[in-house]
């Protein structure tokens, strides 16, 4: 039950990991090749569905005009919730109506003030400046520009403890190690993404419900919180899934544990919101930041790819023997091998879809 949760054992020779995997299984179907199409699959179509969702986002409504041009009208006679039976919504609703006139005001002058500010903000503020200043200097009029603020210095900071999990693992896996070195990395993702969903399960039921039967009073909920929570777990996801190809899986179990534990808080111990969530506009937002995570990940993945001289998956410290479905070659070696392998017209359609020509073009499409 223990080799479950750390992933050790009988099993990491398991199907879980990357040394589970010979390459070839029979003589006319190559699991390597297999292994590597569906791992540029899943980070690829990943791109595309971040991308797709970032561009449905960024539609104008068929009402775009009007709201632009009456503004104030369509806040006033067309904010309000007829549903709502209880005061204390009424009440909430009333004061984001309130927040968000407030808001409105101060929209066009965001970019223009506050842009270039807040880039090179979030680039050269140092975290323990932030720790001890912000607190003092954060008084924003605009609710939105400090949700921003807030959301790129928390997404920040998640994506730096992801890169430095990475570089620790890289300088870990290099020396010389007894296990293969896929799924020691493999292991390590698994087991992150494992320990990362019990921690926020006991934490956030801990002091939610500590909190509420403390003080008796329901609090709003963090949703933005809780998105960058998803967008940093997905990003473990993207990473390991190529030492460890259940990794997927594990985090859509994870994901939807996720959801039921937030579920469980929002319905017991919190309150409607004063400030409405702009499904649109949030939701464009937040997909940018995911959309980032995602073309960081790409780099040493494609580095794991595209080069044996890095990184070995495949290395193992057992004699010269290998592991995996790669081996000591690089994992784009396979294509080479199973393109020779065919006849003459296929052998020419494979290389003219790796040709130049190909390529440059998807990369273009891409920018």
Not at 108 to 117: A, D, H, P
Not at 168 to 178: G, R
């Amino acid at each position: 039950m223990k080799n479950i949760f750390d992933g050790q054992g009988a099993v990491s020779h398991s199907w879980l990991f990357y040394g589970g995997y010979p390459e070839v299984i029979t003589n006319r179907y190559y699991l390597a090749l297999v292994y590597l199409l569906l791992i540029c699959l899943t980070y690829f179509g990943s791109l595309f569905v971040v991308l797709k969702s970032i561009g449905e986002g960024r539609q104008p409504a068929l009402s775009s005009s009007r709201s632009h041009r009456y503004k104030f009208s369509m806040l006033v006679l067309s904010s309000w919730d007829h549903s709502i039976t209880s005061d204390e919504a009424s009440s909430n609703l009333s004061k984001g109506i309130a927040s968000i006139l407030k808001g409105t005001g101060q929209t066009s002058n965001f970019l223009n003030v506050y842009g270039t500010t807040l880039i090179f903000s979030l680039i050269n503020i140092i975290v323990p400046m932030c720790i001890s200043k912000l607190p003092v200097i954060e008084n924003y009029a605009s609710g939105k520009l400090e949700l921003n603020i807030t959301l790129a210095r928390v997404f920040c900071l998640r994506m730096a403890n992801l890169f430095a999990l990475v570089a620790s693992l890289y300088s870990n896996v290099t020396k010389l190690t007894e296990e293969c070195t896929g799924t020691v990395i493999g292991q390590e993702f698994y087991k992150l993404v494992v320990m990362d969903t019990i921690v926020h399960v006991v934490v956030q039921l801990s002091m939610a419900f500590g909190r509420y039967f403390w003080t008796m009073q329901k609090y709003e909920f963090n949703l933005s919180g809780a998105a960058l929570v998803l967008i940093y777990r997905q990003g473990l996801v993207w990473v390991g899934t190529i030492a460890c190809p259940v990794l997927p899986l594990a985090g859509a179990l994870s994901n939807l544990i996720f959801f039921f534990v937030n579920y469980l808080i929002v319905s017991r111990t919190c309150k409607p919101p004063i400030k409405r969530w702009n499904q649109s506009r949030n939701t464009t937002f937040l997909m940018g930041f995911l959309l980032i995570t995602i073309m960081f990940i790409i780099v040493p993945v494609s580095v794991a790819i595209g080069s044996a001289e890095i990184i070995q998956l495949g290395q193992s410290n057992h004699g010269m023997e290998s592991c995996g479905p790669f081996g000591l070659e690089k994992p784009t070696a396979v294509y080479m091998k199973f393109r020779i392998q065919q006849v003459a017209w296929l052998q020419s359609a494979l290389t003219w879809v790796v040709s130049d020509s190909v390529l440059i073009a998807v990369f273009l499409v891409l920018l």
